[in-house]
T-cell receptor, first 118, second 115 residues
Framework: SQQGEEDPQALSIQEGENATMNCSYK?????LQWYRQNSGRGLVHLIL?????REKHSGRLRVTLDTSKKSSSLLITASRAADTASYFC??????????????????FGQGTILTVHP | DTEVTQTPKHLVMGMTNKKSLKCEQH?????MYWYKQKAKKPPELMFV???????INESVPSRFSPECPNSSLLNLHLHALQPEDSALYLC??????????????FGSGTRLTVV
């Protein structure tokens, strides 16, 4: 089962506008990550926010994390046509296997399809 | 080198065939992963390898068999697949093997079609 839900499922905006995507998750996490995927190919890591952080910036990206509400948001400012892609949040939580080895388990949300019109 | 390389990019196989997907990274990452992604769905975790040992198998059918020959290579052996196994198979790696704060580096994937 997927860790997170995202909304909106699809977002269509004009170049220059801001795009906001939201993500919710169900269990405690170590960090929350955002990825971008073009045309069903590989995912590109955009930004990571730790569970003890509330806000983080990277270029035109701003991510927030509210652990009390188990939610995160990604804001892309001054969007460009090249930002058109699917965006996924992914929650990392620690786990241990039967042998006691710890590992991180990254589980993805359902994704938001962003279309930026020139 | 900051890439994860997957081969082949496309694969069509019959239900009786045996094939392998390959994944390679030279970033010194100690954890590697296989994900499966169906169309318009998020990636789903299949296997986690940390320090070349299988850490988790997410209840994946035995017709999928992972192998990690060394710290740079990860294979996924396929045998007697079903048409519903058709999907994009993504390999990823991360610097840490545990629950640390690392992003994952993904390959471009292998688009598998089972006929």
């Amino acid at each position: 089962s997927q860790q997170g839900e995202e909304d909106p499922q699809a977002l269509s905006i004009q170049e220059g506008e801001n795009a906001t995507m939201n993500c919710s998750y169900k269990t405690s996490i170590n960090n929350l990550q955002w990825y971008r995927q073009n045309s069903g190919r590989g995912l590109v890591h955009l930004i990571l926010i730790r569970s003890n952080e509330r806000e983080k910036h990277s270029g035109r990206l701003r991510v927030t994390l509210d652990t009390s509400k188990k939610s995160s948001s990604l804001l892309i400012t001054a969007s460009r046509a090249a930002d058109t892609a699917s965006y996924f949040c992914a929650a990392l939580r620690g786990a241990a296997n039967a042998g006691g080895t710890s590992y991180g388990k990254l589980t993805f949300g359902q994704g938001t399809i962003l279309t930026v019109h020139p | 080198d900051t890439e994860v390389t997957q081969t082949p990019k496309h694969l069509v196989m019959g239900m009786t065939n045996k094939k392998s997907l390959k994944c390679e990274q030279h970033m010194g990452h100690r954890a590697m992963y296989w994900y499966k992604q169906k169309a318009k769905k998020p990636p789903e975790l299949m296997f986690v390898y940390s320090y070349e040992k299988l850490s988790i198998n997410e209840s994946v059918p035995s017709r999928f068999s992972p192998e990690c020959p060394n710290s740079s290579l990860l294979n996924l052996h396929l045998h007697a697949l079903q048409p519903e196994d058709s999907a994009l198979y993504l390999c990823a790696s991360s610097r840490g093997a545990g629950e640390g704060n690392y992003g994952y580096t993904f390959g471009s994937g292998t688009r598998l079609t089972v006929v």
